[in-house]
């Protein structure tokens, strides 16, 4: 088992920056691949960035690329998540998650195996 906890969303007007961090504890952390996604009602899970256990390799969805990074702690067991010239439509639960093996990332929620708990963001105009 995997327990993640997120913290650091809150209300930021547009173009401005937040950043999440997600606190993992349990079985080993650095051998998961890690990855937010965030979710609004009424709509699937969204997958926002992912990375490798070692950080080796990250990926982005379209809507975040060039604004978000995703980066991790293995010594403290964080990930983390800088959003910078947030919009409007980045308004949404975040999530953090987690899956095995470490070398793959997953775009679909489902093939997360650990959530955290969810930290609400919210851009306004």
């Known amino acids: 088992q995997v327990q993640l906890v997120e913290s650091g969303g809150g209300m930021v007007q547009a173009g401005g920056s937040l950043s999440l961090s997600c606190a993992a504890s349990?079985?080993?952390?650095?051998?998961?691949?890690m990855a937010w996604f965030r979710q609004t009602p009424g709509k699937e899970r969204e997958f926002v960035a992912g990375?490798?256990?070692?950080?080796?390799?990250?990926f982005y969805g379209d809507s975040v690329k060039g604004r978000f990074t995703i980066s991790r702690d293995n010594a403290k067991n964080t990930v983390s998540l800088q959003m910078n010239s947030l919009k409007p439509e980045d308004t949404a639960v975040y999530y953090c998650?987690?899956?095995?093996?470490?070398?793959?990332?997953?775009?679909?929620?489902?093939?997360?195996?650990?959530w955290g708990q969810g930290t609400q963001v919210t851009v306004s105009s």
């Open positions: 998650a987690a899956r095995f093996p470490g070398h793959i990332i997953e775009f679909r929620a489902y093939d997360y195996a650990y």
């Open positions: 349990g079985r080993t952390f650095n051998d998961h691949s």
């Open positions: 990375l490798t256990w070692n950080g080796g390799r990250t």
